[in-house]
Nanobody
Framework: QVQLVESGGGLVQPGGSLRLSCTAS????????IGWFRQAPGKEREGVSC????????FYTSSEKGRFTLYRDNGKNTVYLQINEPQPEDTAVYYC?????????????????????WGQGTQVTVSS
């Protein structure tokens, strides 16, 4: 059974740092595109970053890409999203998702509707 579980969210002060985790079960995460999305209150879900299951390349779609770093630990079947110097506008529910085409070569992140499985999300609140 394919499952994605996010963790690591919570309340963080502006200027701190935060690491979100997305742990997969039921499949080998490294073979598939994994994306991070976020949804702020009253806004549409937007892509943040993704990693290719073909060559491990990472892509950043957010305008804040300088503060976000995605990396993958194949041994733990987990993808991480590091958020440095979070700002109040980063407050959102963060989701990870898997696009289940094996070893798909990417030149950009898949569109939101291309992803097949989603996690339940983890809330990030940035406030002093």
């Amino acid at each position: 059974q394919v499952q994605l579980v996010e963790s690591g969210g919570g309340l963080v002060q502006p200027g701190g740092s935060l690491r979100l985790s997305c742990t997969a079960s039921g499949f080998t995460l490294a073979d598939y595109a994994i994306g991070w999305f976020r949804q702020a209150p009253g806004k549409e879900r937007e892509g943040v970053s993704c990693v290719s299951g073909f060559d491990g390349r990472t892509f950043y779609t957010s305008s804040e890409k300088g503060r976000f770093t995605l990396y993958r630990d194949n041994g733990k079947n987990t993808v991480y999203l590091q958020i440095n110097e979070p700002q109040p506008e980063d407050t959102a529910v963060y989701y990870c998702a898997a696009e289940m085409t094996p070893r798909r070569r990417l030149t950009r992140c898949p569109a939101r509707d291309e992803y097949d499985y989603w996690g339940q999300g983890t809330q990030v609140t940035v406030s002093s």
